[in-house]
């Protein structure tokens, strides 16, 4: 029996043929799905059939930052949508089980790509494809009646600007363990600039491209979204603030050195990748929203992504990490924080 970190597959096996005897017909194995810098996601087997187990991280965890029901809750709920999200077997919210909460679902094929290499070996046709499909995906999520799905209490949409911003300020109180130079400039000056919410639709939180699976359907079907992932920080809001992390993203990756050790991703330097004018273009066309004034939601996003880094930070300097990519993450901060402040001028 193979068992990585923060997995116990006996105590899980136990619970599988309790909860859900049909998916278990021999000894489990598992592997830790790399990539994560947040939940901790393996790919558990049996021989026969395999499935994904997806749990938060170990040791210091960010209040509500990793909540399993919420990401089980909105998968299972947008399974009749256009939005591709896999099939969910099993919640478990009792941590006496593995240590923690966590869920079990389908998995899906697909690659998240997350660098620009593996896209440039698909070409420029493909990518350009690849990106179209993803923001096509975003603004289908963003057309989704979420009361119509039973996600009426999934959030509270009114305020939802000025909660967030006091929300991620309180996860940085929570793993703020040094000075971050311009830090507390972009606080006030994104408290001193929330604007009007554009609207309320279901939101997913950390839209990017390497949180979606992408596969090869047959029969012409081509580069098709298969999966959207990482789910652990949605919830009902204003939609242009995922457009504004998937663009501050794309930003990230755009500047300095394209190295894993410098960026989350580096996949839209790949040839063909939509750029942010563009991504910004097919979004406003397709969904029909005001796109013209995205200034506080991209300083937003930077704040969130900064504080979302931090907390990796945190936890990796005290050991509490598992997987590997790690090295020189609190070096991408203050880069972000300067972004924030760039973009609320």
């Not at 938060?56 to 591709?84: F, I």
Request: hydrophobic share 40%; with cysteine.
């Amino acid at each position: 029996m193979t068992e990585p970190q923060g997995l116990d597959l006996g105590a899980l096996r136990v619970w599988l043929d309790a909860q859900v005897p049909e998916l278990v017909n021999g000894e489990l194995s598992a592997t830790l799905i790399t990539g994560g810098k947040s939940n901790l996601t393996y790919s558990v087997g049996d021989g026969t059939q395999e499935y994904v187990v997806r749990r938060p991280p170990l040791g210091h965890v960010l209040a509500t930052a990793h909540d399993m029901s919420r990401e089980y809750t909105v998968m299972a709920a947008l399974a009749p949508t256009a939005v591709p999200v896999p099939k969910m077997h099993a919640l478990c919210m009792d941590i006496d089980v593995i240590g923690s909460p966590f869920y079990v679902m389908e998995k899906v094929a697909g690659t998240p790509y997350s660098r620009a290499s593996d896209l440039a070996i698909l070409g420029e046709d493909r990518t350009r494809t690849i990106t179209e499909r993803m923001v096509d995906t975003l603004v289908d999520l963003h057309a989704v009646d979420y009361a119509a799905i039973g996600l009426a209490d999934f959030g509270r949409p009114e305020g939802y600007l000025g909660r967030q911003l006091r929300r991620w300020k309180k996860q940085l109180d929570s793993s703020r363990s040094r000075d971050l130079a311009g830090m507390d400039e972009l606080i006030a000056g994104l408290s001193a600039s929330v604007p009007a919410e554009s609207g309320a639709t279901i939101v997913h939180g950390d839209f990017r491209l390497d949180n979606l699976l992408v596969d090869t359907l047959p029969n012409g079907g081509g580069d098709q979204i298969t999966a959207v992932l990482d789910w652990e920080m949605s919830t009902l809001g204003d939609p242009l603030t995922d457009l504004a992390v998937l663009l501050a993203y794309q930003q990230m990756g755009e500047s300095g050195p394209a190295t894993q050790a410098n960026v989350v991703t580096d996949a839209p330097r790949a040839p063909g990748y939509l750029s942010r004018d563009e991504i910004t273009a097919r979004y406003a066309a397709r969904s029909g929203r005001d796109v013209s004034e995205l200034g506080f939601h991209l300083g937003l996003a930077f704040f969130k992504l900064a504080v979302i880094l931090e907390g990796i930070h945190y936890r990796h300097s005290h050991g509490q990490t598992v997987g590997t990519g790690f090295d020189g993450i609190g070096d991408r901060i203050v880069p972000l924080i300067d972004a924030g402040r760039a973009a609320i001028r």
